[in-house]
């Protein structure tokens, strides 16, 4: 009998970049360069659909077995403004570029499971569909960025029989710990390729 279940797993991390936020954040935004650091991201690829991306991730299972994991993936950029007291603005489509350039305090870059129509998951060529949903804050600080990053994956597979015989509580626990696990260190590996690209960069 073939049993599912969703796998969720989380990263979480904080460093200041020790550049300015324009290069930070361009280079940042470029979110095709910086998962070619993740050790398991196959490939990222363009969509017909604006700012949406087609993720391929590929990692092994306890046969060592490669496991195919899919993403649809739609990236949002927000600057961060901040008008001192004196101005006031109720309406974002009334900032001049002048105040945008001069009142810019970092940015938002924001990841989200982008739903499609096609069948994705073909579990006997252990292809399964996954949801990403992450949070990429920038902040000036001086002259420094800080960055704060939030990740959370959901990844629904099929169970081989060997995991049958355990309790799900226990098995999804297990499971939910391993993929965060993971994830952190894919996380960390990322960025600790991204810092030869910078002068330094510090985790917090």
Not at 33 to 61: A, M, Q
Not at 65 to 87: G, R, T
Not at 149 to 175: E, G, Q, W
């Amino acid at each position: 009998m073939t049993i599912e279940m969703d796998a969720r797993g989380a990263s979480k991390f904080e460093w200041f970049f020790h550049e300015e936020l324009d290069r930070t954040a361009e280079y940042l935004s470029n979110h095709k360069k910086i998962l070619g650091f993740n050790p398991f991201c196959h490939s990222v690829e363009d969509t017909d659909i604006e700012n949406v991306y087609r993720w391929h991730f590929r990692v092994s299972d306890p046969q060592n077995n490669p496991l195919d994991v899919i993403f649809f993936v739609e990236q949002i950029d927000e600057l961060l403004v901040a008008l001192p007291e004196h101005i006031e603005c109720t309406d974002p489509d009334e900032l001049t570029d002048e105040m945008i350039r001069q009142y810019t305090v970092g940015k938002k870059i924001q990841w989200k499971h982008y739903p499609v129509t096609t069948h994705i998951a073909d579990p006997k060529k252990y292809l399964f569909e996954g949801k990403a949903f992450a949070n990429l804050e920038m902040h000036r600080v001086n002259n420094k960025t800080k960055v704060h990053f939030d990740l959370k994956i959901d990844v629904r597979f099929v169970l081989y029989p060997a995991f049958r015989i355990m309790p799900n509580k226990i098995l999804r626990s297990m499971t939910n710990s391993a993929m965060s696990l993971i994830m952190q260190t894919a996380t960390n590996m990322m960025f600790n390729g991204i810092s030869k690209d910078f002068k330094k960069i510090q985790n917090l």
